[in-house]
């Protein structure tokens, strides 16, 4: 899953990074990084767009879809390497400047994404001075062809990039093209149109809102932040009818209601909810480790009485 770079058109490059995806926009002459992937994949993701633009291939700008650590993990370090700036909506910037970390994690959504969830950060960064807001106009620096579009829900700032010569859209995290709650679909990748990691998702009304203004734009092709592309003929039909039915999470901290954020970042949450598997994690964990300290000290007390 790492190192399969493909064309989804003649100028736009997937770089899958494990379970998440980068996307390269342009040609040689001008052209713009989309999203940058997990911590400590700079030097990754470098040879990607080496290999597609050639050895000093450098971009106008990274552009972020929001500022998870999957999308925007290696984001500073290439932005300094490229000496570039780094783009994202005017709402992420709390999470972009050190100002305010992200609403918490609800693992308690349950699948496999649910698990995963419970080991990934939800701390924001601090990429001043190189991250700038996104213009207001809708346009894409470095990329003059792409409009970005609010698309909140999965966090408050969330973009997501369309072009409308070819209807070509990369939706970031607004919605998925894998199924991440299914272990079988995580590996095997199966095609569809699924909700954002909801985990990670805070406002969940407004990620449905999302999807049904994505739907619209009657896209073509779609790449997402996680899973491989859709494309063709009933693209558009597949996701009208995704988006009539999203299909929130039934339980879980933000289904009935979001999280609250302003310029200065999260200013409300919704209270926990029960956590049962976590606990049951936890007991299992606290056995585990209890059964292994015995083990040791009975191997210890035979080896001294033999």
């Keep these: 899953m790492v190192g399969s770079t493909r064309l989804l058109r003649d100028d736009i490059l997937r770089i899958p990074i494990l379970f998440v995806n980068s996307y390269a926009v342009g040609t040689l002459d001008r052209w713009v990084l989309v999203d940058s992937g997990l911590p400590c994949f700079k030097h990754f993701i470098i040879d990607a767009v080496s290999r597609h633009f050639g050895l000093r291939a450098r971009p106008d700008a990274i552009v972020l879809t929001h500022g998870h650590w999957d999308h925007a993990g290696s984001a500073l370090a290439l932005a300094e390497y490229w000496d570039v700036p780094i783009f994202a909506h005017a709402l992420e910037m709390p999470y972009l400047t050190g100002k305010s970390d992200y609403a918490p994690k609800d693992p308690t959504v349950g699948g496999v994404i649910g698990l995963m969830a419970r080991t990934f950060p939800t701390h924001g960064y601090d990429f001043r001075p190189r991250v700038h807001a996104l213009p207001d106009d809708g346009g894409v620096p470095g990329a003059p062809e792409w409009k970005w579009i609010h698309t909140p829900g999965h966090t408050h700032g969330?973009?997501?990039?369309?072009?409308?010569?070819?209807?070509?859209?990369?939706?970031?995290?607004?919605?998925?093209?894998?199924?991440?709650?299914?272990?079988?679909?995580?590996?095997?990748?199966?095609?569809?149109?699924?909700?954002?990691?909801?985990?990670?998702?805070?406002?969940?009304?407004?990620?449905?809102?999302?999807?049904?203004?994505?739907?619209?734009?009657?896209?073509?092709?779609?790449?997402?932040?996680?899973?491989?592309?859709?494309?063709?003929?009933?693209?558009?039909?597949?996701?009208?009818?995704?988006?009539?039915?999203?299909?929130?999470?039934?339980?879980?901290?933000?289904?009935?209601?979001?999280?609250?954020?302003?310029?200065?970042?999260?200013?409300?949450?919704?209270?926990?909810?029960?956590?049962?598997?976590?606990?049951?994690?936890?007991?299992?964990?606290?056995?585990?480790?209890?059964?292994?300290?015995?083990?040791?000290?009975?191997?210890?007390?035979?080896?001294?009485?033999?």
């Design 158 to 306: 969330h973009v997501s990039l369309f072009r409308a010569r070819d209807r070509v859209l990369l939706a970031g995290d607004a919605f998925a093209t894998v199924n991440q709650d299914n272990p079988y679909t995580m590996v095997t990748q199966r095609r569809e149109f699924y909700r954002p990691p909801a985990p990670f998702t805070v406002d969940w009304d407004a990620a449905e809102m999302s999807v049904r203004r994505l739907a619209e734009l009657e896209p073509e092709t779609v790449g997402a932040g996680h899973g491989l592309p859709i494309s063709g003929a009933n693209t558009a039909d597949q996701l009208d009818a995704f988006a009539r039915a999203v299909g929130r999470p039934v339980h879980g901290r933000y289904s009935e209601f979001p999280a609250e954020a302003d310029a200065s970042g999260i200013v409300a949450v919704p209270p926990p909810v029960p956590d049962v598997t976590g606990r049951v994690l936890g007991v299992t964990a606290i056995a585990s480790v209890t059964a292994l300290l015995i083990a040791q000290q009975i191997r210890r007390r035979t080896q001294h009485t033999a």
